[in-house]
Every structure is written in C-alpha cells, then in structure tokens.
T-cell receptor, first 112, second 112 residues
Framework: GDSVTQMEGPVTLSEEAFLTINCTYT??????LFWYVQYPGEGLQLLLK?????DKGSNKGFEATYRKETTSFHLEKGSVQVSDSAVYFC???????????FGTGTRLTIIP | DTGVSQNPRHKITKRGQNVTFRCDPI?????LYWYRQTLGQGPEFLTY????????KSRLLSDRFSAERPKGSFSTLEIQRTEQGDSAMYLC??????????FGPGTRLLVL
C-alpha cells in the first residue's frame, strides 16, 4: 500500500537558518503530494502541493519539488522564522478515494 | 480559517460514556473525511462520505464508532462506550473540485 516516510524530529534551528525536511513516498502511479502544517492546538493547514512530476509547490517561503526518480518531496525554506515553529506532515492521496496517508510528522522549533 | 468547522473543540468524558462530534464542511464540497490523530503521530483515516453515502470505513473504526452524513452536508461521528484508548484528536476534512482536503480545527477527546 501507499506509504510516506518522513524525516524524524524534532528539529531545532536558529532563526534565519536553512530548513530541509525530508519526505519519501511509495505509491501506485504518480499521485499528488502535499505538505500540511499543524500549529499548536490547531488542525492541519495545507502548506503546499504538487500534482505531477517536476512540479514545484511553494507558499510562505517554503518550497518542495516532486521528484519522481527519487520518489521524494523534500520541504525547504531558505530563512526560517520563529513563527514557522509547528509540526509538518508530508501526505499523499490514495488513488480513487483520495484518502490521505500521512507521514509521522516533524516537529520544528525555531529559536530566536 | 479553512471554512471547515468542528464542534466541540474539546471533550472530556468518563470511560463508558457516549460522545458525538459534529463537522460542518465547506458547503459545495461533496466529500467529507474523518481522521484520528494520536499524540506524536500523523492523522489516520477513519471513514469518508460522498454526499450522504458512506463509501469506506477503516479497520480502525470499531463497532463502537458510527458516522453519518444524513443530508450530504454536516456529519456526525459517535463513539459509544468510550475507552481510554479513544483519547485522540478527531479531524474532519472536506474535499472538492480543487482536489485538496481542507481540515477543520479538530475535536480533542480525553477519556478518563
């Protein structure tokens, strides 16, 4: 079945540091890929998505490129801020019913 | 605010009691999903509806769980005879033509 393997956390960075959170997947076909973010005490918010190979999703300074050859969708940001502290989830939808399979999440803490 | 609302936001109950949660999706979205998220984990799929029809249920959804979407709008998730292992965040998501799931803020359940 479909699966998502996500870089284990927690990750602690200083403000303005470069961020990478790794995500690799196993799936039938070429599904869309998503990054969701969860701030403390809240539900999930869609951060960005890519719908086909070589697409780059971007939002709020975050980027991720759909790499078919390495089955990866790594999340990057050039200069993180304290407000980026949250848990980040990589996810992919099941073909047909679109139910999402999530990674275990990576907790990111940014210190000033 | 994603446009998906859930009530209540928090629920504390005693073991053996019944609880019911409500989800109001984005009005034009025909699919509605329920997920469960335990501490430190990614959300796990429970069930989903296409309009009023419940099309799939996860093995996680024991006989004590029942979900409805009577008019294809809001949905309820009921847990009967709650157990301590039911303590989790219950998330609802709606899905429409944008082929993206939008999540509500969740209902955090604590079973004492």
């Amino acid at each position: 079945g479909d699966s998502v393997t996500q870089m284990e956390g927690p990750v602690t960075l200083s403000e303005e540091a470069f961020l990478t959170i790794n995500c690799t997947y196993t799936a039938t076909g070429y599904p869309s890929l998503f990054w969701y973010v969860q701030y403390p005490g809240e539900g999930l918010q869609l951060l960005l998505k890519a719908t086909k190979a070589d697409d780059k999703g971007s939002n709020k300074g975050f980027e991720a490129t759909y790499r078919k050859e390495t089955t990866s969708f790594h999340l990057e940001k050039g200069s993180v801020q304290v407000s980026d502290s949250a848990v980040y989830f990589c996810a992919l939808p099941n073909f047909g019913n679109e139910k999402l399979t999530f990674g275990t999440g990576t907790r990111l803490t940014i210190i000033p | 605010d994603t446009g998906v609302s859930q009530n209540p936001r928090h629920k504390i109950t005693k073991r053996g009691q019944n609880v019911t949660f409500r989800c109001d999706p984005i009005s034009e979205h025909n699919r509605l999903y329920w997920y469960r998220q335990t501490l430190g984990q990614g959300p796990e799929f429970l069930t989903y509806f296409q309009n009023e029809a419940q099309l799939e249920k996860s093995r996680l959804l024991s006989d004590r769980f029942s979900a409805e979407r009577p008019k294809g709008s809001f949905s309820t998730l009921e847990i009967q005879r709650t157990e301590q292992g039911d303590s989790a965040m219950y998330l609802c998501a709606s899905w429409g033509l944008a082929e993206t799931q939008y999540f509500g803020p969740g209902t955090r359940l604590l079973v004492l």
